[in-house]
């Protein structure tokens, strides 16, 4: 089974400039996350969809962000435009819908996207 | 709001040898989950291991376990006979029960096991 996927695995670009990262999930999962670590900070959750719908976007930092999951299948963030602060990594996970019980407790994490806006 | 604190931001271990990682959280809920997650460098992050706050017993898988003490609010993770594989940052997370999914984490502790 393959796992979440992200891409690009890295991205350098200027401040101002528009960035569109990519999570792909784990196939049938309807939960998928957004995280975020800036540099020595902690992880921090961006947001939840539930198949294509946004559930939770308490985590996201300003309207500069922008989340789609288009058909419930994989997820785009666009950062635009992309500030100094915007640095950092930026996880996506996923989990199964509608079990219940220790399946449903996993999230299952891409190997993120390492962002560097100079 | 919930926070998890992790006071360690490097550990080392010889090989073969117990090494403990700390964490502590706040909140006022009672009903939580409790998560550690290990990153090997340049990879994934992993679930490890997995308590639920209402379980006394403390989870255990191979050769990872946890001492939990609810009331005060502490979830460290023994790993017991280091093997280089073990090597990684290690992040302690919450979940409370009725905010839906969203963890919150600490700020990582990274192991170095020598060999």
């Known amino acids: 089974e393959a796992g979440v996927t992200q891409f690009p695995s890295h991205s350098v670009i200027e401040k101002g400039q528009t960035v569109t990262l990519r999570c792909d999930p784990i196939?049938?999962?309807?939960?998928l996350y957004w995280y975020r670590r800036v540099m020595g900070k902690e992880i921090k959750f961006l947001l939840h969809f539930v198949k294509e719908s946004k559930q939770d976007e308490s985590g996201m930092p300003n309207n500069r962000f922008l989340a789609e999951r288009t058909g419930g299948t994989y997820s785009t963030l666009k950062v635009q435009p992309a500030e100094l602060e915007d640095s950092g990594v930026y996880f996506c996970?996923?989990?199964?819908?509608?079990?219940?019980?220790?399946?449903?407790?996993?999230?299952?994490f891409g190997p993120g996207t390492r962002l560097l806006v100079l | 709001a919930q926070t998890v604190t992790q006071s360690q931001p490097e550990m080392s271990v010889q090989e073969a040898e117990t090494v403990t990682l700390s964490c502590t959280y706040d909140?006022?809920?009672?009903?939580?989950?409790l998560f550690w997650y290990k990153q090997p460098p340049s990879r994934q992050m992993i679930l490890v291991i997995r308590?639920?706050?209402?379980?006394?017993q403390n989870a255990t898988e191979n050769r990872f376990s946890v001492n939990f003490q609810k009331a005060a609010k502490s979830f460290s993770l023994k790993i017991s006979d280091s093997q280089l594989g073990d090597a990684a940052m290690y992040f302690c997370a919450y979940r409370f029960k009725a905010a839906g999914n969203k963890l919150t984490f600490g700020g990582g502790t990274r192991v170095l096991v020598k060999p």
């Open positions: 196939s049938g999962h309807d939960n």
């Open positions: 996970a996923s989990s199964p819908g509608q079990v219940l019980g220790p399946a449903s407790w996993a999230q299952y």
């Open positions: 909140t006022s809920e009672s009903d939580y989950y």
């Open positions: 308590q639920e706050a209402y379980k006394q």
